[in-house]
């Protein structure tokens, strides 16, 4: 206790450091305010909240403004959906892939792109969230609701992306993923105070059982998250001006799990699709109500092992795609290093491509188990608001976006010459490059 009392002193003794916490703070403040202003023409007393479906997970992303029909109902949802449709154009489009070799104005011209990308999405966006709010709510003309509510939908977006730019410029970084983060523990009090609340008192130990898993499960993602497999690396002598350099040992860390959370949102997109299908013919089809019925429950076995079965897919997809072995061999051999006993070149990228190959599959395995665990907790009587936060996209995202931020802290403390936030180990987070470090 005495040395977190310390880290929070050196933390707010560096005025930089004190600066961007509060910056961030205060960004933050103006986002949950916003999460609670109307939309302009929406009667909040007739308001029927729908959060079933994909609008219960895009409800807990933003922290309830997509239930409360706030200016800011679709948040930064927009910008994350064409964020990753300019990341796989700059994987399959060679136009793309050009632009994104140039550098920094190359950055800014898909930054530029993704941006007005964002708007387009937005208003398409705009009209479907237009659709689910009850007639009732709506107190003027539908016509002109419609119109006012795309503005007003987009402006709020655009407002929201201006805001996650300002805490990554500003603050302590990661701005985008800080709002997502936020908009998810914005819901965890309510949670978990109506799941103590559901149990009463003769559940009382069965919700702290529920709490120590609950503890277990994110220890245990925050070790899925930061589990690595270390290629050693060797780098041949130097001969300088006037001495013998000896070689360099280095390694390559391979994330365990490198695509991220995005199998489970490429998954969870997917699985939207069987039951929507099975609408168009559900009057007139009993095999169409059953497969729009059992895609609709997610705590169904058949849900749960078409969603494991795509994460697993789209984990080596992922991975794929971020990771290239035929790059890092190139660079290895550019730079004079090679992996004990393999020959530099096609070998070093073989090797590195059968690793990646191994580790991705526990890592596969693992990432299914954690999307599917929320269902598994409703099972066993745990309430749908709290379980959501036992696994999933939720988790894995707070995991990940407060291994970042702590890693940014620590980078201030050890650059101040404080000492770090932690005694041993070393924090890597979500966002990491793959690299060689020493």
Same mark, same amino acid.
């Given at each position: 206790?005495?040395?977190?009392?310390?880290?929070?002193?050196?933390?707010?003794?560096?005025?930089?450091?004190?600066?961007?916490?509060?910056?961030?703070?205060?960004?933050?403040? +103006?986002?949950?305010?916003?999460?609670?202003?109307?939309?302009? *023409?929406?009667?909040?007393?007739?308001?029927? %909240?729908?959060?079933?479906?994909?609008?219960?997970?895009?409800?807990?992303?933003?922290?309830?403004?997509?239930?409360?029909?706030?200016?800011?109902?679709?948040?930064?949802?927009?910008?994350?959906?064409?964020? &990753?449709?300019?990341?796989?154009?700059?994987?399959?489009?060679?136009?793309?892939?050009?632009?994104?070799?140039?550098?920094?104005?190359?950055?800014?011209?898909?930054?530029?792109?993704?941006?007005?990308?964002?708007?387009? !999405?937005?208003?398409?966006?705009?009209?479907?969230?237009?659709?689910?709010?009850?007639?009732? %709510?709506?107190? !003027?003309?539908?016509?002109?609701?419609?119109?006012?509510? #795309? !503005?007003?939908?987009?402006?709020?977006?655009?407002?929201?992306?201006?805001?996650?730019?300002?805490?990554?410029?500003?603050?302590?970084?990661?701005?985008?993923?800080?709002?997502?983060?936020?908009?998810?523990?914005? @819901?965890?009090?309510? %949670? +978990?105070?109506?799941?103590?609340?559901?149990?009463?008192?003769?559940?009382?130990?069965?919700?702290?059982?529920?709490?120590? !898993?609950?503890?277990?499960?994110? #220890?245990?993602?925050?070790?899925?998250?930061?589990?690595?497999?270390?290629?050693?690396?060797?780098?041949?002598? =130097?001969?300088?001006?006037?001495?013998?350099?000896?070689? =360099?040992?280095?390694?390559?860390?391979?994330?365990?799990?490198?695509?991220?959370?995005?199998?489970?949102?490429?998954?969870?997109?997917?699985?939207?699709?069987?039951? #929507?299908?099975?609408? &168009?013919?559900?009057?007139?089809?009993?095999?169409?109500?059953?497969?729009?019925?059992?895609?609709?429950?997610?705590?169904?076995?058949?849900?749960?092992?078409?969603?494991?079965?795509?994460?697993?897919?789209?984990?080596?997809?992922?991975?794929?795609?971020?990771?290239?072995?035929?790059?890092?061999?190139?660079?290895?051999?550019?730079?004079?290093?090679?992996?004990?006993?393999?020959?530099?070149? @096609?070998?070093?990228?073989?090797?590195?491509?059968?690793?990646?190959?191994?580790?991705?599959?526990?890592?596969?395995?693992?990432?299914?188990?954690?999307?599917?665990?929320? %269902?598994?907790?409703?099972?066993?009587?745990?309430?749908?608001?709290?379980?959501?936060?036992?696994?999933?996209?939720?988790?894995?995202?707070?995991?990940?976006?407060?291994?970042?931020?702590?890693?940014?802290?620590?980078?201030?403390?050890?650059?101040?010459?404080?000492?770090?936030? #932690?005694?041993?180990?070393?924090?890597? *987070?979500?966002?990491?490059?793959?690299?060689?470090?020493?």
């Amino acid at each position: 206790m005495k040395k977190f009392i310390t880290t929070l002193k050196n933390i707010f003794a560096i005025e930089d450091l004190r600066v961007r916490i509060l910056n961030t703070l205060f960004f933050i403040a +103006i986002f949950r305010l916003g999460s609670f202003v109307v939309l302009p *023409g929406v009667d909040p007393s007739q308001l029927q %909240a729908n959060t079933s479906g994909i609008f219960g997970l895009l409800d807990t992303f933003l922290g309830g403004a997509f239930s409360n029909a706030s200016i800011f109902a679709l948040g930064i949802m927009p910008y994350i959906s064409a964020s &990753i449709v300019l990341q796989l154009l700059t994987i399959a489009v060679p136009y793309f892939q050009k632009m994104q070799k140039e550098g920094e104005s190359g950055r800014k011209k898909i930054n530029q792109i993704t941006r007005v990308l964002t708007i387009v !999405i937005t208003l398409a966006q705009a009209v479907g969230f237009v659709s689910t709010i009850n007639a009732e %709510a709506i107190v !003027i003309n539908q016509a002109l609701f419609t119109i006012t509510s #795309m !503005i007003v939908l987009t402006s709020g977006t655009v407002f929201c992306m201006w805001l996650g730019e300002k805490i990554t410029d500003k603050g302590i970084g990661n701005g985008i993923s800080m709002l997502i983060m936020i908009g998810i523990i914005s @819901r965890f009090p309510g %949670a +978990i105070l109506f799941e103590a609340t559901s149990k009463q008192l003769d559940g009382a130990l069965l919700f702290i059982f529920e709490l120590v !898993i609950l503890f277990l499960v994110v #220890m245990s993602v925050v070790m899925l998250t930061q589990a690595v497999r270390r290629i050693p690396v060797q780098y041949a002598k =130097q001969v300088g001006a006037s001495s013998l350099y000896s070689g =360099q040992r280095q390694f390559i860390p391979l994330k365990v799990n490198a695509a991220g959370v995005m199998p489970i949102i490429f998954a969870q997109s997917l699985m939207f699709l069987p039951s #929507m299908i099975a609408s &168009i013919w559900a009057e007139s089809s009993e095999t169409a109500n059953y497969i729009g019925a059992t895609f609709s429950d997610f705590t169904s076995w058949q849900y749960n092992v078409v969603f494991g079965l795509l994460i697993l897919v789209f984990t080596y997809f992922y991975t794929a795609i971020s990771v290239n072995p035929n790059q890092i061999a190139d660079d290895l051999k550019r730079s004079g290093g090679f992996i004990p006993g393999v020959k530099p070149g @096609r070998s070093t990228s073989e090797y590195i491509d059968a690793i990646l190959t191994k580790i991705t599959l526990p890592g596969a395995i693992y990432l299914a188990l954690v999307a599917i665990f929320p %269902a598994i907790a409703m099972l066993f009587g745990v309430t749908r608001e709290f379980s959501q936060f036992f696994g999933g996209t939720s988790l894995l995202i707070m995991v990940g976006v407060v291994l970042d931020t702590l890693k940014q802290v620590e980078s201030y403390l050890l650059m101040r010459h404080y000492d770090g936030m #932690m005694k041993s180990g070393k924090l890597r *987070g979500r966002t990491e490059n793959i690299a060689m470090v020493s």
